[in-house]
């Protein structure tokens, strides 16, 4: 560099400032002490029902499914309050096209889908460790169990953020809850004890990798969301 | 200072805006044009909620879409047909708002009731928003668009639907507002524009046709308009512009190059007759 490209280089950071972006974690959790817990949800009856009724049916299913269908059970149930709560709050932001004003704030919608998916798989852990608690017959099964969920959990969490993250998309992830539930009453009916015995023999290997495969999907997509590298408002 | 350079916006092949130049600094902006010229396309371009199709819109100097969230601090934006949560009350929704705008709890509080009763909505400040008036409604609208004190105020059609009283509290409060700000506006109500508005900037065939003070603007047809009460006067190529009554006449107001004043009286324009005549062929 010659002393002229240098001298000008300065003048130009002199001119200009130094202009610092928050990062995606400083982001979140000024978005998190704003917004607070229930306007990120959705402030609502709305949202609260749903969450019940799904925690309800969760519990309900996990509870008194045959022991013989827990890894299905585990497997189809967990992530069902995730899926439906997220896909209520964000049909609750979208709704009566305030997204435009929205989009236009400091936060946009989907800094606070990112956060809000983030949370509530966070969340959706303990959910599942609910469930595989409930259907579990041992200590070993339970935590075979618990993989399992929590890889099911990721893969949603993952699935859900990569289709939200755009503005039209809602339907297509309320699509995936239907597909998730439809998968998870379908595969058990159609391919019977044959699926139960394919989950139940999955290595924890196998569910690790997926977990850690769909987490970091996850973080990675809301680290874009949160700091709009290139989607910036996801218009 | 916010300017765009070059801006081309396309929806598939239908060109709507081709090679806009503009330049906002302090004042109040007037978008002054008729239905679907893109009035609503550029502000949407200016709030980054859409993107142009060619060249670039910049705040002092950056890209606003690179400035992302520290753009949108500075911008207040109302749309055009604002939505709204129909059961909330404008107190509710106003402090939401305040908080995705990142404003902390207190000053969102604090904000809220001084706009309420900036825009006359304090009596009805807790009612639930279905059970307010459209006029109500637009001065939440209004409200919300200065949570956050923006620098850059955008509105789309703000007085659409107030009521007289309404709207010369509106052009007082912009006025006040625009001293230390840009305020864009646009509008089709030819009266607002001329009160309030610094600079009036008419889009036509997607391009800027006019930038200028409304005065400047009305001088494009000095010595050119006509009145009379003898409708007959008024043939090809003179150009009708409007009919008012008066008493039991009607005075018949015209453009015309060629110099009437024996048949007619030359009057002052205005911005309504530059308006219909700059439209004249998109009837
Ligand atoms: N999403 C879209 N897809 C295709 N064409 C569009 C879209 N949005 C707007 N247009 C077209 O672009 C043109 C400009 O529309 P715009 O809404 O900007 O007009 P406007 O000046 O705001 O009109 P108005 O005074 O009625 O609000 C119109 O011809 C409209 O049909
Ligand atoms: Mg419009």
């Given at each position: 560099m010659t002393l002229s490209d240098r001298q000008a280089s300065i003048d130009y950071i002199l001119e200009k400032g130094l202009l610092t972006r928050d990062s995606a974690l400083d982001k979140a959790r000024m978005l998190i002490r704003r917004l607070g817990l229930r306007l990120m949800f959705g402030d609502g009856p709305l949202v609260i029902v749903f969450a019940a009724l799904a925690l309800g049916i969760t519990a309900l299913?996990?509870?008194?499914?045959?022991?013989?269908?827990?890894?299905?059970?585990?497997?189809?149930?967990?992530?069902?309050?995730?899926?439906?709560?997220?896909?209520?709050?964000?049909?609750?932001?979208?709704?009566?096209?305030?997204?435009?004003?929205?989009?236009?704030?400091?936060?946009?919608?989907?800094?606070?889908?990112a956060v809000r998916v983030m949370c509530l798989g966070a969340v959706g852990v303990f959910v599942t460790a609910l469930v595989a608690?409930?259907?579990?017959?041992?200590?070993?099964?339970?935590?075979?169990?618990?993989?399992?969920?929590?890889?099911?959990?990721?893969?949603?969490?993952?699935?859900?953020?990569?289709?939200?993250?755009?503005?039209?998309?809602?339907?297509?992830?309320?699509?995936?809850?239907?597909?998730?539930?439809?998968?998870?009453?379908?595969?058990?009916?159609?391919?019977?004890?044959?699926?139960?015995?394919?989950?139940?023999s999955l290595s924890w290997v196998v569910a690790v990798t997926v977990c850690v495969v769909c987490a970091a999907l996850v973080v990675w997509r809301a680290i874009r969301m949160l700091t709009e590298s290139r989607y910036h408002a996801f218009a | 200072m916010l300017s765009l350079s070059n801006i081309t916006k396309k929806y598939g092949s239908f060109r709507v805006l081709?090679?806009?130049?503009?330049?906002?600094?302090?004042?109040?902006?007037?978008?002054?044009?008729?239905?679907?010229?893109?009035?609503?396309?550029?502000?949407?371009?200016?709030?980054?909620?859409?993107?142009?199709?060619?060249?670039?819109?910049?705040?002092?100097?950056?890209?606003?879409?690179?400035?992302?969230a520290s753009y949108r601090s500075i911008l207040g934006y109302l749309p055009q047909d604002f939505g709204y949560y129909k059961n909330q009350s404008p107190r509710k929704f106003l402090e939401y708002l305040g908080a995705v705008k990142a404003l902390d709890r207190r000053t969102a509080i604090i904000r809220t009731d001084r706009l309420l009763d900036l825009v006359g909505l304090s009596e009805v400040a807790d009612k639930k928003m279905r059970k307010l008036s459209g006029g109500m409604i637009q001065r939440v609208g209004i409200a919300q668009a200065l949570l956050n004190e923006p620098k850059v105020l955008i509105l789309d059609e703000p007085t659409a639907g107030l009521d007289p009283q309404?709207?010369?509290?509106?052009?007082?409060?912009?006025?006040?507002?625009?001293?230390?700000?840009?305020?864009?506006?646009?509008?089709?109500?030819?009266?607002d524009v001329e009160t309030i508005a610094n600079h009036v900037v008419m889009i036509k065939d997607g391009a800027i046709w006019a930038n200028d003070p409304p005065a400047q603007i009305c001088r494009r047809l000095e010595g050119k308009v006509y009145e009379t009460s003898d409708i007959q006067a008024v043939y090809e190529p003179h150009l009708l512009l409007t009919q008012r009554q008066d008493g039991t006449t009607t005075v018949s107001r015209f453009f015309s190059e060629a110099d009437c004043s024996l048949l007619a009286t030359r009057v002052e324009p205005n911005l309504e007759d530059v308006f219909l005549w700059a439209y004249r062929d998109q009837a």
């Open positions: 299913v996990a509870g008194c499914a045959p022991v013989e269908w827990r890894h299905s059970v585990a497997v189809g149930c967990s992530p069902i309050a995730f899926l439906v709560i997220a896909n209520v709050s964000e049909a609750v932001d979208r709704a009566s096209r305030v997204y435009d004003i929205r989009q236009t704030c400091y936060f946009t919608v989907a800094q606070v889908t608690g409930l259907a579990a017959t041992s200590a070993g099964d339970f935590l075979h169990l618990l993989l399992l969920a929590v890889a099911a959990l990721s893969m949603c969490a993952a699935a859900q953020l990569m289709i939200v993250g755009r503005r039209h998309r809602l339907a297509l992830s309320v699509g995936l809850t239907v597909v998730w539930v439809g998968l998870g009453l379908g595969l058990p009916l159609v391919l019977g004890l044959f699926w139960e015995q394919l989950l139940a | 081709e090679g806009v130049d503009l330049e906002f600094t302090r004042g109040v902006y007037a978008l002054l044009a008729p239905n679907g010229a893109g009035k609503t396309t550029l502000i949407k371009m200016l709030t980054t909620l859409i993107h142009p199709s060619g060249g670039q819109i910049l705040w002092n100097g950056d890209d606003i879409v690179h400035l992302g309404q709207r010369v509290h509106f052009r007082n409060l912009i006025a006040r507002l625009s001293q230390d700000r840009i305020v864009i506006c646009s509008t089709h109500i030819v009266s």
